[in-house]
């Protein structure tokens, strides 16, 4: 992957948010929030906006607006209603989809030697993408818990999550074991091998949801967005400008209904917490993403 300004440029200011966050607490959280919507607004969110260019540009010419939008809007449709019939298996899912998208794109080579059909490939993406996200969470256990309890009201699972990361505090640290088997596996690039290093150590020292938006916006969203203008867009600025006339409508529509249906939250669904509505809307939005993120990078690979 090139070397780029805002790849770099994502380390001091975290670097600075870390040390506000250890001597001035007050400031730090301030600084924190900022950082976090703002690349939850700018990354995060929009990383999906593509999501009809990429299904395009990778399809067989046959491509329709119309039926790529009925289709999307079914799936998040399907699994929102799991989201009210099964909560605990939607969360179970989401956390499992999840997983395979952040190994399936950090696992990514500069010349990926796995195909669809590699089982084992896949395995170790899964493997990899659950050992982050365990680590990730296991940062704060009980703000994990208590966001979650809303939804598992006195589960079992939770307080064994919480009994596990205080007996076992190797397992606090899982998302280093990820970076580890990334290590192995993915020789060639080193630079983004020490961003992500970085990136997670930074995320130990803060709140639970600043050290996940970190990740997930400035090392998840960023590299997907790179990726889709590397393979999908001219080079240059000319290929920047597209890319960002294409990611409007679409970001906006998300960011703009996310924050209504968050803010409204307390007159329709008073008993769930709003950052976990917030998790589910995102889940909501992912499941369609992350099918299309899987086609991209097998025709990528292809
Ligand atoms: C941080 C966090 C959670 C997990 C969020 C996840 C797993 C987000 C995944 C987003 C993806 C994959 C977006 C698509 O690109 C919980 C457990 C819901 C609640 C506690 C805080």
Same mark, same amino acid.
């Given at each position: 992957?090139?070397?780029?300004?805002?790849?770099?440029?994502? #380390?001091?200011?975290?670097?600075?948010?870390?040390?506000?966050?250890?001597?001035?607490?007050?400031?730090?959280?301030?600084? $924190?929030?900022?950082?976090?919507?703002?690349?939850?607004? #700018?990354? +995060?969110?929009?990383?999906?906006?593509?999501?009809?260019?990429?299904?395009?540009?990778?399809?067989? +010419?046959?491509?329709?607006?119309?039926?790529?939008?009925?289709?999307?809007? /079914?799936?998040?449709?399907?699994? %929102?209603?799991?989201?009210?019939?099964?909560?605990?298996?939607?969360?179970?899912?989401?956390?499992?989809?999840?997983?395979?998208?952040?190994?399936?794109?950090?696992?990514? *080579?500069?010349?990926?030697? &796995?195909?669809?059909?590699?089982? @084992?490939?896949?395995?170790? &993406?899964?493997?990899?993408?659950?050992?982050?996200?365990?680590?990730?969470?296991?940062?704060?256990?009980?703000?994990?818990?208590?966001?979650?309890?809303?939804?598992?009201?006195?589960?079992?699972?939770?307080? +064994?999550?919480?009994?596990? *990361?205080?007996?076992?505090?190797?397992?606090?640290?899982?998302?280093?074991?990820? /970076?580890?088997?990334?290590?192995?596996?993915? =020789?060639?690039?080193?630079?983004?091998?020490?961003?992500?290093? !970085?990136?997670?150590?930074?995320?130990?020292? !803060?709140?639970?949801?600043?050290?996940?938006? !970190?990740?997930?916006?400035?090392?998840? @969203?960023?590299?997907?967005?790179?990726?889709?203008?590397?393979?999908?867009?001219?080079?240059? &600025?000319?290929? /920047? =400008?597209?890319?960002?006339?294409?990611?409007?409508?679409?970001?906006?529509?998300?960011?703009?209904?996310?924050?209504?249906?968050?803010?409204? %939250?307390?007159?329709?669904?008073? &008993?769930?917490?709003?950052?976990?509505?917030?998790?589910? !809307?995102?889940?909501?939005?992912?499941?369609?993403?992350? +099918?299309?993120?899987?086609?991209?990078?097998?025709?990528? %690979? $292809?």
């Amino acid at each position: 992957m090139n070397f780029t300004l805002w790849n770099a440029a994502v #380390l001091p200011a975290a670097f600075v948010i870390v040390v506000l966050h250890l001597l001035l607490p007050g400031a730090g959280f301030w600084v $924190g929030t900022v950082f976090a919507l703002a690349g939850l607004i #700018l990354f +995060g969110i929009p990383h999906g906006s593509l999501d009809h260019v990429i299904t395009e540009k990778t399809g067989d +010419g046959s491509f329709s607006l119309i039926r790529f939008l009925v289709l999307y809007l /079914l799936t998040m449709l399907v699994y %929102a209603l799991f989201w009210v019939w099964l909560p605990a298996f939607s969360l179970l899912f989401f956390l499992l989809m999840s997983a395979w998208h952040f190994g399936e794109t950090d696992l990514v *080579t500069e010349n990926p030697k &796995q195909t669809f059909s590699d089982i @084992a490939a896949r395995f170790l &993406q899964l493997t990899y993408g659950s050992l982050l996200l365990f680590g990730l969470l296991a940062n704060d256990p009980q703000q994990t818990v208590d966001i979650l309890s809303s939804l598992l009201v006195e589960s079992s699972v939770l307080a +064994g999550f919480l009994q596990l *990361t205080e007996t076992h505090s190797w397992l606090r640290f899982t998302e280093f074991y990820a /970076l580890g088997l990334r290590i192995l596996l993915i =020789r060639s690039a080193w630079f983004d091998q020490l961003r992500l290093a !970085l990136v997670l150590f930074a995320a130990l020292f !803060l709140p639970l949801l600043e050290g996940f938006l !970190l990740y997930f916006c400035h090392h998840h @969203a960023w590299v997907n967005l790179l990726r889709v203008k590397e393979k999908l867009y001219e080079a240059g &600025q000319t290929g /920047l =400008r597209h890319m960002i006339k294409d990611m409007l409508p679409f970001s906006l529509i998300s960011v703009v209904g996310i924050v209504i249906l968050v803010l409204s %939250a307390p007159l329709w669904l008073a &008993q769930v917490n709003p950052v976990l509505l917030f998790f589910i !809307l995102i889940s909501v939005l992912t499941l369609p993403h992350a +099918g299309i993120m899987t086609r991209f990078y097998y025709k990528a %690979a $292809g």
